[in-house]
Nanobody, 119 residues
Framework: QVQLVESGGGLVQPGGSLRLSCAASGSIFNINDMGWYRQAPGQQRELVALITSGGSTNYADSVKGRFTISRDNAKKSVYLQMNSLKPEDTAVYYC?????????????WGQGTQVTVSS
């Protein structure tokens, strides 16, 4: 079994910063892509940022220049540094990882962490 545990969400004022963390544990042979998604009330879940095992990154246009995704393969962790936060960034943020357990490659999700940007 594989688990993803997120941390770092909270309430922040517009223009502020937050750093999200996500650590994977369990029966892991290798982790391929890792990413962050978000879902605002009444909206579909959307990709925020993605990072491959080799370190290549991809961002949603709405967060380019403000958010930075990174990973530590030794710690089986992915991070999202969020700067210049806007009220429209308010959402539940989910960590995602494409995990190779040695007998299958599947998508795994964290439980979600709330990010609220408000004055």
């Amino acid at each position: 079994q594989v688990q993803l545990v997120e941390s770092g969400g909270g309430l922040v004022q517009p223009g502020g910063s937050l750093r999200l963390s996500c650590a994977a544990s369990g029966s892991i042979f290798n982790i391929n892509d890792m990413g962050w998604y978000r879902q605002a009330p009444g909206q579909q879940r959307e990709l925020v940022a993605l990072i491959t095992s080799g370190g290549s990154t991809n961002y949603a246009d709405s967060v380019k220049g403000r958010f930075t995704i990174s990973r530590d393969n030794a710690k089986k962790s992915v991070y999202l540094q969020m700067n210049s936060l806007k009220p429209e960034d308010t959402a539940v943020y989910y960590c995602n990882a494409k995990v190779d357990t040695g007998w299958a490659i599947d998508d795994y999700w964290g439980q979600g962490t709330q990010v609220t940007v408000s004055s």
